[in-house]
Nanobody, 126 residues
Framework: VQLQACGGGLVQAGGSLSLSCAASGTSSSYHMGWFRQGPGMQREFVAAITWSGGRTYYSPSVKGRFTISRDNAKNTVYLQMNSLKPEDTAVYYC?????????????????????WGQGTQVTVSS
């Protein structure tokens, strides 16, 4: 599957952005995650959602501010980001994992994911 992320941009602190990730194939075959990578930093987990959308996971740093969702009919995953902070500035990547095992055990691990989008830049000004 090929992933195309979009929706990034420049926003002031406290503002909102909505990212989307469109899959070329059948996204329901995959669990999906969002990760981000700031300048000089390692890629870190942001949010994840099971193939059915029945379960979601969040990094403590974004919980309560970000919401991950998916529409399998449109093969698209979304990340709604509210109350943005300057420390949210990063390139955001969507990724797909082929439902190998109990997702709850590794959703946060970028190594577990099989396919990655190209990334979209999010910049939050103070």
């Amino acid at each position: 599957v090929q992933l195309q992320a979009c929706g990034g941009g420049l926003v002031q602190a406290g503002g909102s952005l909505s990212l989307s990730c469109a899959a070329s194939g059948t996204s329901s075959s995959y669990h999906m995650g969002w990760f981000r990578q700031g300048p000089g930093m390692q890629r870190e987990f942001v949010a994840a959602i099971t193939w059915s959308g029945g379960r979601t996971y969040y990094s403590p740093s974004v919980k309560g501010r970000f919401t991950i969702s998916r529409d399998n009919a449109k093969n698209t995953v979304y990340l709604q980001m509210n109350s943005l902070k300057p420390e949210d500035t990063a390139v955001y990547y969507c990724a797909a994992e082929a439902r190998r095992s109990d997702y709850s055990g590794y959703y946060y691990d970028p190594v577990a994911y099989d396919h990655w989008g190209q990334g979209t830049q999010v910049t939050v000004s103070s």
